[in-house]
């Protein structure tokens, strides 16, 4: 069976979509698809089983042309297009297409192109009345996926999203995201081959891999202190302002930051005016393989974002053995059970946030959320995704 990729961004530039098609793509051949991709983005000198043609972002409209000469042989070639962004240019298909969403691109531009105010809630967005600009783009979303014979998304969440699109509710397919069992093994390369070369004398391997944090935390040149990390695309939604300002309230407890974008620059002087430059770390892009070091090393992952489809970020610390302190905005629920395995909360509600951290650093806490992250984690096995996957872009051909 032939399946033409059709995506706007791919490994080993940084995203959900493009980690998501670089896993799961390898395992679709293993099942007998023939797989081909198309996407926007410069010459890498990675390499992939299967045939993959980037298209350089130049000026409009010579790229969307180029992506259109590119994409149009293999929308006549495939059996099906798995497309993975909304406005590419697409022409002369005869396959079905199945579309995977994991936002709302109308929100996220309206956002990056200011026709909204940054701070404007997604839910919020899907209902309010607009003019000019975002109301157009509102109108194309939703036209677009209609026109879709099937949509995967990763969350219940995002499933009554595009409905209220008004997709029928039987073309909207649940498939949670999930993280390769690799990932888990990842973190064991890097202690062997980096950390153990610069710690004097060497940790031992199969104690750190253990989750011992003391010991990563010296790998890391990380305090041994009560530790948050955060990690995220800086962007208004994501919320690193309000845990910094939550931070400001509490006492002792330190803040990571991993991850870089238009916020930063706001972020740090944030840290400045509130006198937390000894508490708040900027760490920049961290690598996926450090990752888990960091997740491992702090005492609880906060993800305090206006918008989650369903988030990697806390599949991967659960996984790693840390607990979560999350929003209970978008798929964040879908994951993080109150009590059991993190903490929800209100969002905004600054109160609401202080309080949450004050509690997760009360003796006994943490260990027993941590105790219990693994609690629902059998629902984002990387071989049910991958097999329901399969078996659901059959079903369209």
Do not use: C
């Amino acid at each position: 069976m032939k399946l033409f990729i059709a995506a706007g961004i791919f490994h080993p530039e940084s995203g959900g979509p493009a980690t998501y098609l670089y896993e799961i793509l390898p395992e679709l051949q293993a099942d007998g698809w023939d797989v081909r991709v198309v996407t926007y983005g410069e010459t890498s000198n990675a390499h992939y089983p299967y045939p993959l043609t980037r298209i350089p972002r130049r000026a409009l409209p010579f790229r969307v042309l180029d992506y259109a000469r590119a994409a149009w042989p293999l929308t006549r070639w495939a059996d099906l297009i798995y497309v993975h962004t909304l406005d590419l240019p697409l022409f002369g298909a005869k396959a079905k297409r199945v579309l995977k969403m994991v936002g709302d691109q109308a929100w996220e531009r309206a956002i990056r192109k200011g026709w909204i105010p940054p701070t404007e809630d997604i839910d919020l967005f899907q209902t309010k009345a607009y003019m000019g600009a975002a109301a157009a783009q509102k109108s194309a979303r939703s036209r677009q996926v209609q026109a879709m014979d099937g949509v995967i998304v990763p969350s219940q969440y995002l499933k009554r999203m595009v409905v209220g699109w008004g997709v029928k509710e039987d073309r909207v397919h649940v498939i949670y995201n999930a993280l390769p069992e690799e990932i888990q093994s990842a973190e064991y390369k890097v202690l062997s081959t980096e950390f153990q070369e610069e710690t004097s004398p060497p940790s031992p391997l199969s104690k750190l891999a253990r989750g011992n944090k003391t010991q990563i935390r010296e790998a890391l040149g990380l305090p041994d202190a009560p530790t948050l990390l955060t990690a995220a695309r800086l962007t208004p939604w994501k919320g690193v302002d309000h845990l910094i300002t939550a931070l400001s309230r509490t006492k002792d407890v330190r803040l990571l930051v991993a991850g870089d974008g238009e916020m930063l620059p706001t972020l740090q002087r944030q840290v400045n005016d509130l006198k937390l430059s000894d508490r708040v770390e900027f760490l920049g892009k961290v690598s996926r393989e450090k990752m888990p070091l960091y997740m491992k090393a702090a005492d609880y992952l906060a993800l305090y974002s206006g918008y989650e489809g369903l988030s990697h970020t806390l599949l991967e610390s659960l996984r790693a053995g840390t607990p979560v302190i999350a929003s209970d905005k978008g798929g964040n629920p879908e994951v993080v059970q109150h009590g059991v395995n993190g903490l929800l909360v209100p969002y905004v509600d600054m109160d609401a946030l202080t309080a949450a951290i004050e509690a997760a650093f009360q003796p006994g806490k943490r260990d027993a959320l941590a105790a219990k992250a693994d609690v629902g984690m059998e629902r984002f096995q990387f071989a049910n995704m991958v097999k329901q996957t399969s078996a659901l872009l059959r079903k369209y051909v």
